[in-house]
């Protein structure tokens, strides 16, 4: 579901006394340094592959020990009855930022993040193109990472959020419509009733891009793309290309039989972006299109991924 804007704020509210207390209840062993290196930056992983503390995108995903330790969060993230995928708090020391990015990753082209700010103060500002906000405590906003955003922490205190990834369910998409047209400072704190059991990912990566979905990234990355990129050599080739992935996927499937035609594939279509200059072609968030054709696209079309996530 695309949103209306690349930052929403959804029309619902939760404790942020009672969110503070949980997490300020945590070991400081809990938190660890974010996988980026950013200078005051820190993480309590809570769903993972496993639910093990680490910071990895793909496999079954579970509870960490970490989330079992915070009942109303796993409340909260029960009564929003989603499918969970890779979930954290994040903590920014005061004075810290996040530099200003995008993510081009598999997983955030099919995931959404929810933020939920825990422990703030008025001089963290988070920044999604050109609209700054400051987001109070036990507010909900959802934005969209493809967007060039960034965040600061000018104050004296650190922030925590929340941060929720996922594919998403029928309430947040009832939200998010919602959000048209309620406002949602009106929104009542949210009563903390425990709703149905936590939902977490169990299939997260395909072992081989149907042609249906890959088509789908593509349509989505050429929409950023100036027009004459969306009608020019770079549209035409990656139309051959699906189709041969097509003729493909009809012979092979997801068997390992055809993992050497898949290949050839991308290493072919990677020589033509270069070719073409697809680097060149700036999208609307400022990436080269040829990068993130091959980040988001090429590198994810054959499972295991051989890039590492960028920023977050």
């Not at 081009?104 to 008025?122: A, D, F, G, Q, S």
């Not at 395909?206 to 990355?221: A, L, N, T």
């Not at 041969?244 to 092979?252: K, N, S, T, V």
Request: charged fraction near 20%.
């Amino acid at each position: 579901m695309r949103l209306s804007k690349p930052l929403l704020q959804l029309p619902i509210r939760f404790d942020a006394d009672r969110l503070a207390a949980e997490v300020n209840a945590l070991p400081a062993s809990a938190w660890l340094p974010h996988p980026t290196g950013f200078v005051g930056n820190e993480a309590v992983p809570l769903v993972s592959p496993g639910g093990l503390p680490n910071d990895d995108f793909d496999g079954p995903m579970a509870p960490t020990e970490a989330l079992k330790q915070l009942p109303y969060v796993m409340d909260l993230m029960a009564d929003l009855g989603c499918v969970w995928g890779r979930s954290r708090l994040m903590a920014l020391a005061a004075g810290a930022d996040v530099p200003i990015h995008i993510d081009v990753h598999y997983h955030w082209r099919t995931h959404r993040r929810l933020h939920i700010p825990v422990v703030t103060n008025p001089g963290v500002l988070f920044t999604v193109n050109n609209e700054t906000v400051h987001m109070e405590a036990g507010e909900c906003w959802l934005f969209d990472s493809f967007s060039l955003h960034k965040v600061q922490n000018k104050g004296s205190e650190r922030r925590i959020h929340l941060v929720l990834d996922t594919v998403g369910g029928q309430k947040l998409w009832d939200l998010v419509e919602a959000a048209s047209t309620l406002d949602p400072r009106e929104a009542a704190v949210w009563d903390g009733k425990p709703g149905r059991p936590l939902a977490f990912e169990q299939f997260n990566r395909p072992k081989v891009m149907s042609p249906w979905e890959m088509k789908q990234h593509i349509d989505y990355v050429l929409d950023h793309a100036p027009p004459e990129a969306r009608m020019g050599a770079v549209a035409m080739r990656l139309d051959r290309f699906l189709s041969g992935w097509h003729a493909a996927w009809a012979q092979f499937g997801t068997s390992d039989e055809g993992l050497p035609a898949y290949q050839a594939l991308i290493q072919q279509m990677r020589a033509e972006l270069t070719s073409l200059n697809a680097q060149q072609v700036k999208l609307q968030n400022e990436q080269g299109l040829g990068f993130v054709l091959d980040a988001l696209v090429l590198w994810n079309a054959v499972a295991p991924p051989s890039m590492p996530p960028r920023i977050q």
